[in-house]
């Protein structure tokens, strides 16, 4: 099975932009879960979807966003960039999100904001 | 909420020779489960082993075994034989089962493998 991919690899965005983020999990895995990864806050929950449906929300503000597609493709959208939102971003899929399955992640999505 | 602290930012060992990683953690649930992830520098994060709470056995995985001490709330994770691509970013992790895919992460430990 392919693994789990994220495009694109690497971004560079200017304050004030927005951008998308996409990630294709595993065939077959309905969970798609996204973290924050940056130097100083370590890695970070930012949200889970899990049929289409946001199930669980990490503390961020709004201008983090997502979805998930019928094909279980998950997309994440930060508005407003800040200098602050400049991390690597990984995002994770499993069969249906329950605690004790493995999560598989993806290479990442690196943005640099400037 | 649930907290992971790896006190150990850096680590190092000699090829061949046996490295632990410490990691404690913090919850008030009693179902949950534990795991290490490990990050080279490409950046993949990649299972190498995890541990059910309720399992007073430690888990192994060819050279990779955990020590699991539920009541002291420490998870541990013994390398032997260290090699050269064990070098990377290790990261532990917590889930329970009421934050479902929703894992907490401890700072991680760096570890350098010397030849």
């Known amino acids: 099975k392919a693994g789990v991919t994220q495009t694109p690899r690497y971004l560079i965005k200017t304050r004030g932009q927005q951008v998308t983020l996409s990630c294709s999990p595993i065939s077959g895995h309905r969970s798609v879960s996204w973290y924050q990864q940056t130097p100083g806050q370590g890695l970070q929950f930012l949200f889970e979807y899990f049929s289409e449906t946001q199930r669980n929300k990490g503390n961020f503000p709004g201008r983090f966003s997502g979805r998930q597609f019928s094909n279980s493709r998950s997309e994440m959208n930060v508005s407003t960039l800040e200098l602050g939102d400049s991390a690597l971003y990984l995002c994770a899929s499993s069969l249906t999100g329950l605690a004790q399955e493995t999560q598989y992640f993806g290479p990442g999505t690196r943005l640099l904001v400037l | ?115």
């Open chain 2, 1 to 115: 909420a649930q907290t992971v602290t790896q006190s150990q930012p850096e680590m190092s060992v000699q090829e061949a020779e046996t490295v632990t990683l410490s990691c404690t953690y913090d919850t008030s649930e009693s179902d949950y489960y534990l795991f290490w992830y490990k990050q080279p520098p490409s950046r993949q994060m990649i299972l190498v082993i995890r541990q059910e709470a309720y399992k007073q056995q430690n888990a192994t995985e060819n050279r990779f075994s955990v020590n699991f001490q539920k009541a002291a709330k420490s998870f541990s994770l013994k390398i032997s034989d260290s090699q050269l691509g064990d070098a990377a970013m290790y990261f532990c992790a917590l889930g329970t089962w009421t934050s479902g895919s929703r894992l907490t992460f401890g700072e991680g430990t760096q570890l350098t493998v010397n030849p």
